[in-house]
């Protein structure tokens, strides 16, 4: 098995060239254009090859990576894994909970959606563009999910989700089976790793993820894995860029 990476050069609609130029040989860059109405629907677009990569790289027996710009595109990744017929539990590691609807979010931020939108909550228009069915909230873990708006914090709580403390916790509340790992670099202590459209204060340092990262790489059960990038235009010293892309490629062994 080997691994095959798709990058997608956006934060939503907003093109981030730096991730395509960052494409190695032989990787998939997805810049398939944005058609059809609303913001979604455009999205879509996007998320759609991912599912189509993501499946055929399964069935060739090969393991899905996917770099975005944005934690959206894990719905392509997600769709792709079902249509495969895998269904994992899902690792989501990122400093926020992504768990907001239109009714929790303050800010209406549809990058603060898709974790909901993956288990079956609030918008569904992209998950049902990608053919995706609701993922069982029982099989979610959101590991230091450290900034959380109140209504999405309600809305966790009452979910079957397995809400890790902490990410040195995480090894310990996994439970059996194939895993889809999720890596939102601004789970990086923003002290660290600033360059992100949203930091947080706090978190873990870029050596305990890695740490983390390379014991669950070692299980030998992360059957797809993708990471939301950092923003390269507040990255002037290259620092977030190579901490990010070092975890991750710590977590893929």
Same mark, same amino acid.
């Given at each position: 098995? #080997?691994?095959?990476?798709?990058?997608?050069?956006?934060?939503?609609?907003?093109?981030?060239?730096?991730?395509?130029?960052?494409?190695?040989?032989?990787?998939?860059?997805?810049?398939?254009?944005?058609?059809?109405?609303?913001?979604?629907?455009?999205?879509?677009?996007?998320?759609?090859?991912?599912?189509?990569?993501?499946?055929?790289?399964?069935?060739?027996?090969?393991?899905?990576?996917?770099?975005?710009?944005?934690?959206?595109?894990?719905? $392509?990744?997600?769709?792709?894994?079902?249509?495969?017929?895998?269904?994992?539990?899902?690792?989501?590691?990122?400093?926020?909970?992504?768990?907001?609807?239109?009714?929790?979010?303050?800010?209406?931020?549809?990058?603060?959606?898709?974790?909901?939108?993956?288990?079956?909550? $609030?918008?569904?228009?992209?998950?049902?563009?990608?053919?995706?069915?609701?993922?069982?909230?029982?099989?979610?873990?959101?590991?230091?999910?450290?900034?959380?708006?109140?209504?999405?914090?309600?809305?966790?709580?009452?979910?079957?989700?397995?809400?890790?403390?902490?990410?040195?916790?995480?090894?310990?509340?996994?439970?059996?089976?194939?895993?889809?790992?999720?890596?939102?670099?601004?789970?990086?202590?923003?002290?660290?790793?600033?360059?992100?459209?949203?930091?947080?204060?706090?978190?873990?340092?870029? #050596?305990?993820?890695?740490?983390?990262?390379?014991?669950?790489?070692?299980?030998?059960?992360?059957?797809?894995?993708?990471?939301?990038?950092?923003?390269?235009?507040?990255?002037?010293?290259?620092?977030?860029?190579?901490?990010?892309?070092?975890?991750?490629?710590?977590?893929?062994?």
């Amino acid at each position: 098995m #080997q691994d095959r990476t798709i990058v997608t050069p956006y934060f939503l609609e907003r093109p981030v060239p730096q991730l395509a130029d960052m494409a190695e040989p032989g990787w998939m860059v997805n810049d398939p254009g944005f058609s059809g109405d609303g913001e979604q629907v455009r999205l879509a677009s996007t998320h759609r090859p991912i599912a189509d990569f993501v499946a055929d790289t399964l069935s060739a027996g090969d393991r899905p990576v996917s770099i975005a710009g944005d934690c959206c595109s894990t719905i $392509g990744v997600m769709a792709g894994l079902q249509r495969a017929g895998v269904e994992p539990t899902l690792v989501w590691i990122d400093a926020h909970g992504d768990f907001n609807t239109w009714e929790t979010s303050p800010s209406g931020f549809l990058g603060g959606m898709p974790l909901a939108m993956i288990v079956g909550l $609030g918008e569904q228009t992209m998950p049902r563009s990608v053919g995706l069915t609701p993922h069982a909230t029982s099989k979610v873990l959101l590991s230091d999910g450290r900034d959380l708006d109140p209504g999405e914090a309600d809305l966790l709580n009452g979910s079957d989700v397995i809400v890790v403390p902490g990410l040195n916790d995480l090894m310990g509340m996994l439970p059996d089976g194939p895993l889809y790992v999720h890596f939102d670099a601004d789970v990086i202590d923003a002290r660290e790793a600033p360059a992100h459209n949203y930091p947080v204060p706090g978190g873990p340092s870029s #050596q305990q993820v890695q740490n983390v990262f390379a014991r669950l790489g070692s299980t030998g059960r992360v059957v797809a894995a993708s990471m939301s990038a950092w923003n390269p235009d507040f990255d002037q010293d290259g620092r977030t860029g190579a901490l990010s892309m070092a975890s991750f490629r710590t977590l893929l062994g």
